[in-house]
């Protein structure tokens, strides 16, 4: 198998199959019907322990990661993406210099610029994401305010996050990540991201513009494995 997109995933492994999902699909808009004309994918599906709500479980997180790394042909594959927001904070622990990796951080806020040129975004994020500032710095760098959820909220979206992971029903979770959207928007956010990939599988009611980021990551993983802009 030569030059492979490979998936980073399992964090959890409904996001990370979503993503393997948008890559097939928005594959066919460079070839053609054949079976053999989808890319090749690797998908490492990870069991790692709950290292977002729980951050005791963060090393042994990042020692899953890195053994899965130390099997996987990254240094030959055509593009690497992780699916997961959070675990990017454990990139620079990662052997992937050298690797053609993709950042969803970086592809978010390249999209965020490119289609909807906020001035400011309303963070949807898992509390360990919001708290480290992981969007915010990188919002900031672009001249883009990020509007944060309050303490209340960060708690609804550990759990709206955590039902996801374990299972229930997505749509169960739309009203109350709505509520908390409308919120943001009045507090003064002109576009609002969905930055925990589990979030997408939800969806959001909103006027405002919206950034999935696994869209979001799976087009910036295309463009780069065709070399062309999606």
């Known amino acids: 198998m030569d030059n492979p997109i490979i998936i980073l995933g399992g964090m959890g492994p409904q996001a990370s199959l979503r993503l393997h999902e ?3 699909k928005k594959s066919e808009q460079f070839h053609g019907p054949a079976s053999d004309e989808f890319p090749a994918i690797l998908h490492a599906s990870i069991p790692v322990p709950d290292f ?8 042994e997180a990042v020692t899953l990661v890195q053994h899965t790394c130390s099997i996987l042909p990254l240094a030959n594959a ?4 992780m699916a997961c927001n959070t675990a990017h904070l ?4 990662l052997p992937l210099d050298g690797v053609n990796f993709v950042s969803m951080i970086d592809a978010v ?17 898992s509390p360990h994401t919001i708290q480290t500032g992981l969007y915010a710095n990188a919002f900031k760098k672009r001249g883009i ?13 550990h759990r709206i996050i955590t039902g996801v992971i374990e299972g229930q029903s997505p749509q169960r979770f739309r009203a109350k990540l709505s509520a908390i959207g409308a919120d ?3 507090r003064g956010a002109t576009g609002l991201l969905l930055g925990c990939t589990e979030l997408p599988l939800i969806g959001i009611d909103s006027e405002l513009p919206v950034i999935d980021s696994l869209d979001a990551l799976a087009n910036a993983m295309l463009e780069k494995y065709y070399d062309v802009r999606v």
């Open 78 to 81: 055509g593009v690497v993406g």
């Open 184 to 186: 943001l928007n009045a």
């Open 52 to 59: 977002i709500a729980s951050p005791a479980n963060y090393e």
């Open 22 to 24: 948008l890559l097939l």
């Open 90 to 93: 454990m990139v620079n622990r």
């Open 109 to 125: 806020v390249a999209q965020a610029e490119e289609l909807h040129k906020p001035t400011s975004i309303g963070l949807l994020a």
């Open 145 to 157: 305010e990020v509007v944060l959820p309050d303490k209340r909220q960060m708690n609804q979206l």
